[in-house]
């Protein structure tokens, strides 16, 4: 697209130059003449180089690394899911939290479970607590035997303030309410209300979505770009301007036979929640920095088989060049060969000259180049 948009400014320019030819003398003209001792030449009047925008620079040495695009989905972070267990058997009476997608906070109150063992021990504990005050015989240590049946609450998840209102309301309820040790997403329930659940049975999963991983999609022929690639830039289609930089934790070591795709994977920070698993998202990889001749991205004339550019030779004339292109970054070429360094390259304006170099020369301007 934007190279026929160049040719139709070219139009415009060729037709300004062509209604101002007609008034000069025809032996200066205002076409672009070809240059002689070159095929490869074309020369522009002085008015068709301020009406093309055509500028120039030094060819220069810099530093420049490939920059890889690879498409990716954000998913969970599989290391940031929690189980929220019973650590007892019983039923289950009440479910503080139903819906998959509902938000806990550390410290929520879960579920309250009838557990007849739960029961049998709490009643324990508070027997123990009054033989403490009753008995003083040095031959019964009613310390430890406190300390033992405390132990034991302690064991099925009862926390240290439930057992201090256990001791301080001598409560003879039934019920036992159990809490949050993590804070999330419910991604799943595993029980209902009146089901019975086993010791360490899952009531429900968490999933703290502070952390995400960019799942990218990698081709064979990519492999040897991400190799050691500690870091990647991580964009995503539906927040604009939002650009992350993640940690690459894995590269799966096995390649799909069927689709020759590998999977990396990428953790990025989601501290404000920003992120929802499922968005689509970009991951960008840069290589190892190089030292080497580069020019703009719009200097170079490409197709799938060639790359030309076009140097200043003299006083508005100019040549076509073959180029060897290496890596890409951003709005940089890396060029291999075909220029040195010092060369006059022009920047801005080479589709416009290429263009009418085609059109003056036909056939013989493609020689060597497909377009």
């Known amino acids: 697209m934007k190279k026929y948009l160049h040719i139709g400014l070219l139009a415009m320019v060729l037709a300004a130059c062509n209604g101002s030819a007609k008034k000069e003398d025809s032996m200066a003209g205002m076409d672009m003449t070809m240059g002689q001792m070159n095929p490869d030449a074309i020369m522009l009047t002085e008015q068709q180089m301020l009406l093309s925008n055509i500028q120039v620079d030094t060819v220069r040495r810099g530093v420049i690394s490939d920059r890889t695009i690879l498409t990716a989905t954000l998913n969970i972070d599989q290391t940031k899911i929690n189980t929220i267990p019973s650590r007892v058997m019983g039923r289950i009476e009440k479910l503080y939290f139903k819906n998959p997608g ?8 879960v579920m309250d ?49 439930q057992i201090r209102e256990l001791e301080r309301t001598k409560s003879r309820s039934v019920e036992t309410g159990f809490y949050s040790s993590y804070s999330g997403y419910i991604t799943s329930l595993e029980t209902r209300e009146g089901e019975y659940i ?34 990647a830039t991580v964009q995503f289609p539906d927040v604009p301007n939002l650009e992350i930089k993640g940690t690459v934790q894995f590269v799966n070591p096995e390649l799909s036979e069927q689709t020759r795709i590998n999977l990396m994977r990428v953790t990025i920070s989601n501290r404000d929640n920003r992120l929802k698993p499922g968005m689509p998202a970009y991951v960008f990889i840069k290589s190892k920095e190089t030292t080497s001749l580069v020019l703009p991205s719009d200097a170079v004339i490409r197709n799938a088989d060639n790359a030309v550019v076009w140097v200043q030779t003299g006083k508005r004339m100019f040549e076509r060049r073959m180029v060897e292109i290496g890596r890409q970054d951003d709005d940089r070429v890396q060029i291999l060969s075909g220029i040195k360094e010092g060369d006059l390259v022009v920047t801005s304006g080479a589709y416009l000259i290429n263009s009418e170099s085609i059109f003056k020369k036909g056939g013989s301007a493609m020689e060597g180049m497909k377009m």
């Open 102 to 109: 509902d938000y806990i906070h550390k410290g929520d109150r």
């Open 113 to 161: 479970i009838y557990s007849e063992e739960l029961n049998n021990d709490k009643q324990e504990y508070l027997l123990a607590l009054e033989k403490k005050d009753k008995i003083s015989s040095p031959l019964i240590d009613i310390e430890q035997i406190v300390e033992s049946a405390k132990n034991k609450l302690l064991l099925w998840g009862l926390s240290e303030s």
């Open 198 to 231: 086993p010791e360490g049975g899952t009531v429900l999963r968490l999933a703290d979505l502070s952390t995400l991983w960019a799942e990218a999609q990698v081709y064979s022929s990519q492999m040897s770009v991400i190799n050691d690639v500690k870091t």
